[in-house]
Nanobody
Framework: QLEESGGGLVQAGGSLRLSCAAS????????MGWFRQAPGKEREFVAL????????NYADSVKDRFTISRDNDKNTVYLQMNSLKPEDTAVYYC????????????????WGQGTQVTVSS
């Protein structure tokens, strides 16, 4: 089970830190991804981190603004979001995929329920 937290309402230029806590099993062998879905749009890739936390990848739209990290001892993944823009407004989901990460949400095995991020202009 994955549970996101940390979403909310923030002004443009502000920051938020999302957390994704895993329970019920250890996800240390899973790559973890963050995805987001805005109203009327498809779910899109935001960032991923490999199971050893060595490799990270970001969507071009968030590169240099967002940072993904993980603490396997706490079974938690984080997404630090800085310099937020109104176009970042969406429901953010974390997901787990065994071993190798992917940009394709359909390849992920476990999903959280999502947390709303709203950025006002």
């Amino acid at each position: 089970q994955l549970e996101e937290s940390g979403g909310g309402l923030v002004q443009a230029g502000g920051s938020l830190r999302l957390s994704c806590a895993a329970s019920g099993r250890t996800f240390s062998s899973y790559s973890m991804g963050w995805f987001r879905q805005a109203p009327g749009k498809e779910r899109e890739f935001v960032a991923l981190i490999g199971w050893r936390a060595i490799n990270t990848n970001y969507a071009d739209s968030v590169k240099d603004r967002f940072t993904i990290s993980r603490d396997n001892d706490k079974n938690t993944v984080y997404l630090q979001m800085n310099s937020l823009k109104p176009e970042d407004t969406a429901v953010y989901y974390c997901a787990a995929k065994y071993f190798r990460g992917s940009y394709n949400p359909e390849e992920y095995d476990y999903w959280g329920q999502g947390t709303q991020v709203t950025v006002s202009s």
